[in-house]
């Protein structure tokens, strides 16, 4: 069974920085890519970023981009999301998700799914 669990989400100010984890387990690195994706409170959810198993290409949001790192660590299975500069317009339900494309850009490319860590970034 795949299952992603996500943490490192918190309150922050304006300006602040956090740094998000995805433990992976069940799953199977050898193709495909890890994703982070958010929702916020009245929004449709947004792929932010997304990392490549294999070369490790990533991609980033255009509002993203310049402030947000994603990088992996192999040996544990693990994704993360560095997350500097941070904006009000940042808060939202943070989730990571496996994919099978090595370029993920859509909602539908993505398979399994985390339950999300909560950002806040006040003002």
């Known amino acids: 069974e795949v299952q992603l669990v996500e943490s490192g989400g918190g309150l922050v100010q304006a300006g602040g920085s956090l740094r998000l984890s995805c433990a992976v387990s069940g799953f199977t690195f050898d193709e495909g890519a890890i994703g982070w994706i958010r929702e916020a409170p009245g929004k449709g959810r947004e792929v932010v970023s997304s990392i490549a198993i294999r070369g490790g290409t990533t991609r980033y949001a255009d509002a993203v981009k310049g402030r947000f790192t994603i990088s992996r660590d192999g040996a544990r299975n693990t994704v993360y999301l560095q997350m500097n500069s941070l904006e009000p317009e940042d808060t939202a339900l943070y989730s990571c998700?496996?994919?099978?494309?090595?370029?993920?850009?859509?909602?539908?490319?993505?398979?399994?799914w985390g339950q999300g860590t909560q950002v806040t970034v006040s003002s």
């Open positions: 998700a496996t994919s099978w494309s090595e370029w993920p850009t859509q909602l539908y490319e993505y398979t399994y």
